[in-house]
């Protein structure tokens, strides 16, 4: 049966593996999650789900020192390079890291065949609807207090959620706002920072790598619509599907696990990826 293992990327040496993968499946499904990643996502719901593809590989980011996408990629790319297929959920900045560890591997030449989930990603600065973040390429990720995270940066309501979650699921997602409302000042910038700078598309990277674009109806930090085109114009197919989940909000996997639930399923369909168990 495939497993789950979570990877934690270190700004210096190697990656940390929680849960070692004793027996590894045929199939690597590889969740990459965005900016302010709390590690909680997406779930326990929807790891258990995605297990049913294979192993599932949740990589969660540095949240001591600033984020270093180069570093990022080598760091996941070494780890899942022994599998046959790899296929990503790239949320939002994960979309993008996705789209880099398929360059990276392309430019050592190895032989994987990719499958790429693009879950609300922004292509680049362009997408993000925030009209600050253009000044984050030159902010440096300096240490704050987290304090100052909770109450100058990440305030605001909580979120809308699905009233029919259950108690464990309700725990993941205050436990998963709880940390990403403290979440590291150097960190957050610094992944911001990634998305502003990210060089333009090249199609040779996407070519012949199924992908589908994922969005909700709406969301409140990328311009999905935008994103969705851009993001087509260096698909090779010419083409590029397109799954709307029916919730608003920005890959609010937690708070409204059934809904995407049937976006993923959707999503591997149209990426051609069948269960495995």
């Known amino acids: 049966m495939p497993s789950i293992t979570s990877l934690q990327l270190t700004p210096f040496g190697g990656p940390i593996q929680y849960d070692n993968i004793l027996h590894p499946s045929a199939r690597a499904i590889v969740f990459l999650d965005g900016v302010q990643s ?6 326990s719901t929807l790891s258990a789900f995605m297990q049913g593809y294979g192993d599932v590989v949740r990589v969660q980011y540095p949240e001591s020192i600033g984020f270093n996408g180069k570093k990022a990629a080598r760091q996941v790319l070494e ?3 022994h599998y ?3 296929v990503f959920v790239g949320v939002s900045l994960g979309g ?4 880099d560890i398929i360059a990276l591997a392309k430019r050592r030449g190895l032989k994987i065949d990719f499958r790429l989930g693009l879950i609300s990603a922004p292509t680049g600065l362009t997408d ?3 009209p600050n973040a253009k000044w984050a390429r030159f902010i440096p990720g300096f240490p704050l207090p987290r304090i ?3 109450k100058l940066l990440f305030k605001g309501p909580f979120p809308d959620f699905d009233p029919s979650i259950d108690e464990a699921e309700k725990e993941e997602l205050d436990w998963h706002e709880n940390n990403s409302r403290e979440y590291p000042f150097g960190p957050w910038i610094r992944q911001v920072a990634f998305i502003a700078r990210h060089p333009a598309l090249d199609e ?3 070519d012949r790598v199924v992908t589908v674009y994922v969005r909700t109806q709406s969301d409140p930090y990328v311009r999905v619509r935008r994103a969705h085109i851009n993001w087509g114009a260096a698909y090779w197919n010419g083409s590029l599907p397109e799954i709307v989940v029916p919730v608003d909000g920005h890959c609010n996997m937690l708070a409204y696990p059934r809904e995407w639930e049937a976006g993923l399923k959707e999503m591997f369909e149209e990426l051609d990826v069948k269960p495995l168990i």
């Open 148 to 150: 100052v995270s909770r």
């Open 128 to 130: 993000l609807k925030d």
């Open 79 to 81: 780890f899942i390079q």
């Open 84 to 86: 046959r297929q790899v």
């Open 204 to 206: 040779e990277v996407l």
């Open 96 to 99: 993008l890291l996705a789209y």
């Open 38 to 43: 709390s590690g909680v996502t997406p779930g």
